[in-house]
């Protein structure tokens, strides 16, 4: 089983930025996928961004985005580290939501990154509220 700590979150104004953090531990990430998702008030739990990956001699990955943060977000690894991030940039008012951080094994590049079903393992989640 793997623990997931997310943090970073906090409050923000309109068109400001936070990163979130993912600290990973109980099992080596060789290859895997690790993703965000959100859940506004009043909402269902949605995708934002995740990132997979192979690795082995031949490193490969992908990620994919909600189309409502591409070019505002990205999703990044820090191997040492054990850490996944969200850069999080332009916010807006719809972006007030808790975060939560997933972990999955990989299954390929091709596959749906935005389905819930391919994570075994939740964070708690971090709040991020937009608000001026």
């Known amino acids: 089983q793997v623990q997931l700590v997310e943090s970073g979150g906090g409050l923000v104004q309109p068109g400001g930025s936070l990163r979130l953090s993912c600290a990973a531990s109980?099992?080596?990430?060789?290859?895997?996928?690790m993703g965000w998702f959100r859940q506004a008030p009043g909402k269902e739990r949605e995708f934002v961004a995740a990132?997979?990956?192979?690795?082995?001699?031949?490193?490969?990955?992908?990620?994919d985005y909600a189309d409502s943060v591409k070019g505002r977000f990205t999703i990044s690894r820090d191997v040492a580290k054990n850490t996944v991030y969200l850069q999080m940039k332009s916010l807006k008012l719809e972006d007030t939501a808790v975060y939560y951080c997933?972990?999955?094994?990989?299954?390929?590049?091709?596959?749906?990154?935005?389905?819930?079903?391919?994570?075994?393992?939740w964070g708690q989640g971090t709040q991020v509220t937009v608000s001026s």
């Open positions: 997933a972990a999955g094994p990989y299954y390929g590049l091709g596959r749906n990154l935005k389905s819930e079903a391919g994570f075994d393992s």
């Open positions: 109980g099992r080596t990430f060789n290859s895997g996928t």
């Open positions: 990132l997979t990956w192979s690795g082995g001699t031949l490193y490969r990955s992908s990620t």
